[in-house]
């Protein structure tokens, strides 16, 4: 009987230790009351990705495209449909056969344009595509003023440049067109059959200067 006592008791000791054993298994922060503020060591790390992350919203990589996009300035659907329906209009005036529809096609795209500028008055574009109209028309002080407008809004704008040489280059003006095909060609122009073709270039053609700016930028062109 004593024997089976003392193996009772043994058998409640153990379940008491094997209690307490399953016990800190299951919340170990109860035994351990350091563990978890050691485990809240890696909140140090946290801050680092927070920190990696806040560093490309730095202002500086935005800036450029910002300044980039004002630069390609961009007009609303309603005024670029404007200068799309001119281009039409201007499309049907080369191909007409008959004067007076050509005439009035070419009011058409000029009301077109205007209607485009006054809905957006900083639309370089239609100042410049305007003047071109104005150009065919013989109206050169018109197509000045839009030009210059032009120039003034959008410098960067390697067709507004070109469109300008043209005009110098028309009203004989060969150092002023000179000068603007130079800047065009920097910009970017890069519609080498037009500074081979185009007969608005014709007097800047028979200047010695005009192949010097082309080798300048490396265009070869062949007559």
């Not at 503020?37 to 495209?65: E, L, Q």
């Not at 469109?163 to 060609?185: M, Q, R, T, W």
């Amino acid at each position: 009987m004593q024997h089976t006592l003392k193996s009772s008791a043994l058998m409640l000791a153990i379940s008491g230790a094997l209690a307490l054993v399953s016990g800190c298994d299951k919340i170990p922060g109860l035994s351990k009351p350091a563990e978890p503020v050691a485990a809240a060591a890696p909140a140090p790390v946290t801050p680092a990705p927070v920190a990696a992350v806040s560093t490309p919203a730095a202002p500086t990589p935005v800036a450029a495209p910002e300044s980039v996009a004002s630069a390609k300035y961009e007009p609303s659907l309603e005024v670029r449909a404007h200068s799309t329906q001119a281009f039409s209009y201007i499309s049907m005036a080369k191909n007409a056969r008959d004067a007076t529809v050509r005439a009035e096609n070419i009011d058409n795209a000029l009301r077109e344009f205007s209607m485009a500028i006054q809905k957006d008055p900083k639309y370089a574009e239609a100042y410049s595509s305007r003047a071109v109209t104005y150009m065919q028309l013989k109206k050169f002080n018109k197509a000045e003023e839009d030009l210059r407008k032009a120039k003034e809004l959008a410098p960067d704008s390697a067709s507004v440049r070109y469109n300008y040489a043209s005009l110098h280059s028309l009203n004989g003006n060969v150092d002023l067109a000179l000068d603007e095909i130079d800047a065009a060609l920097t910009k970017g122009f890069s519609d080498y059959d037009a500074l081979r073709l185009d007969p608005d270039l014709n007097n800047l053609r028979k200047h010695p200067e005009f192949r010097k700016i082309l080798e300048k930028h490396k265009v070869f062109i062949v007559k």
